[in-house]
């Protein structure tokens, strides 16, 4: 029997101070199962912040701003022998190690419904084509396994290296597997660097490996993800489950990790002496000490750290966090600063005035994760080729504008932010 509001606030929705009385009945309702997104949704819908504006993001407050008079471009005349085009401006980059045709890398979607095997091998071949580099996220083994049952024997995982190690060119691009504490204990890193089928990768010098420290989706929690109640007991042991959605799934929850720098600085020296052949990713999360983190981890010896801004994230979180927790990725990119080494970044990236201020705040390249998946849901043999192609038409056209014809002369003078008036 369904109980029924009482007549006195049935009727109420916000109050005249704005209390959402309305929320407050949903989670009357529906208890646990209320912190999160719509359940019902789960599978077929991307989740991350709401939008960087309403966190007051550097990225979305700034404008890029040419400069009147522009010695970059004459210098590029003089080379040339002409007036500069747009399309003479240079967009290959070395990413972590890698070399990539464009400032851009697919970042890491994992075991979600919505990173289904057919749309994960989409990503993998199209990223390939385009000879951008692509991380493959955590949790892909632990719930799907290595190995598969399926008539080629590739689990989700290896599907994805495969797609792409057919698709891209010699020397350009490369893969980096991402691995959780639950990634550890199923040794992903030890099965994929031992693997035939990833030889080709890793004799280039185009296998990474990625060490999780936080995604901006769930700063300081681990992933989630919603299963089946047979899915769920077959990983119970491996991850907490709680039954939040009585009758439409159970939610998987795994270990966020505990670091500190030492810790850190410890867990890279191992990853270089365990996996020498392998270029050192790090990713962390959107935290106060983000530029301590990334120092820490360069100083370590890391190829490449990721910083993951909180309206990044194409995974399960609670609405809470992906409302009110973590640093908006403008805000990361302003305390690491300009670095000379690798810095990546992602959240809410898919057109090119955005990447182009990432980059003119620090950043070497910038991850399409939403983005990339959508672009590749619309189209699985194209999608995701012509939306970088946009992206990249529009970064050829700012960086001219800038006067600039290569990335690695933007610089923060190129952005201007209401703050500076």
């Not at 989706?217 to 042991?237: C, D, F, H, N």
């Not at 057109?351 to 003119?360: D, H, I, N, T, Y």
Request: charged share 20%.
């Amino acid at each position: 029997m369904t109980a029924t509001a009482h007549p006195a606030v049935a009727a109420a929705a916000i109050s005249a101070d704005g209390f959402p009385a309305s929320l407050v009945r949903e989670r009357a309702r529906q208890g646990a199962a209320a912190v999160f997104p719509d359940v019902r949704e789960y599978g077929t819908s991307l989740y991350g912040a709401p939008g960087a504006a309403d966190m007051g993001d550097l990225l979305d407050r700034a404008r890029l701003v040419p400069p009147v008079f522009m010695p970059g471009r004459l210098a590029e005349l003089v080379e040339l022998g002409r007036e500069p085009l747009y399309d003479d401006v240079r967009l290959r980059v070395y990413l972590g190690g890698f070399a990539s045709a464009l400032p851009l890398y697919v970042s890491a979607f994992g075991s979600t419904q919505v990173a289904s095997r057919d749309l994960g091998e989409a990503v993998g071949r199209q990223a390939g084509h385009l000879g951008i580099p692509m991380v493959i996220g955590e949790n892909v083994v632990p719930v799907n396994g290595y190995r598969s049952t399926a008539s080629d024997g590739l689990s989700p995982l290896l599907s994805r290296i495969r797609a792409y190690a057919e698709a891209v060119g010699e020397g350009m691009g490369g893969v980096a597997v991402q691995q959780s504490t639950e990634d550890a204990d199923a040794e992903v890193w030890n099965q994929v660097y031992s693997d035939p089928g990833c030889a080709s990768l890793l004799d280039s010098g185009r296998l990474a490996f990625e060490l999780k420290v936080g995604q901006g989706a769930k700063p300081g929690l681990g992933g989630m993800t919603v299963l089946g109640e047979e899915a769920a007991g077959r990983v119970a042991e491996l991850y907490a489950t709680d039954a939040v959605f009585p009758g439409r799934g159970v939610l998987r929850s795994s270990a966020p990790g505990t670091f500190t720098e030492e810790i850190l600085r410890q867990q890279i020296r191992l990853m270089r002496n365990n996996f020498p052949r392998a270029k050192v990713w790090v990713k962390l999360h959107p935290g106060r000490d983000v530029d301590l983190a990334a120092r820490t981890a360069w100083e370590a010896g890391a190829d490449a750290v990721t910083v993951d801004g909180a309206e990044g994230g194409t995974g399960w979180a609670p609405t809470g966090f992906l409302s009110h927790v973590g640093l908006p990725l403008g805000e990361c990119l302003n305390r690491i600063g300009h670095t000379p080494h690798c810095l990546l970044a992602s959240g809410r990236m898919w057109e090119g005035s955005r990447v182009l201020k990432a980059l003119a705040l620090g950043a070497s390249g910038a991850g399409l994760g939403r983005a990339a998946i959508i672009a590749a849901a619309e189209d699985t043999e194209s999608g995701l080729v012509r939306l970088v192609e946009s992206i990249a038409m529009e970064l050829r056209m700012l960086l001219s504008a800038l006067g600039r014809y290569d990335v690695e002369s933007l610089s923060r003078e190129d952005l201007w932010t209401p703050a500076q008036a």
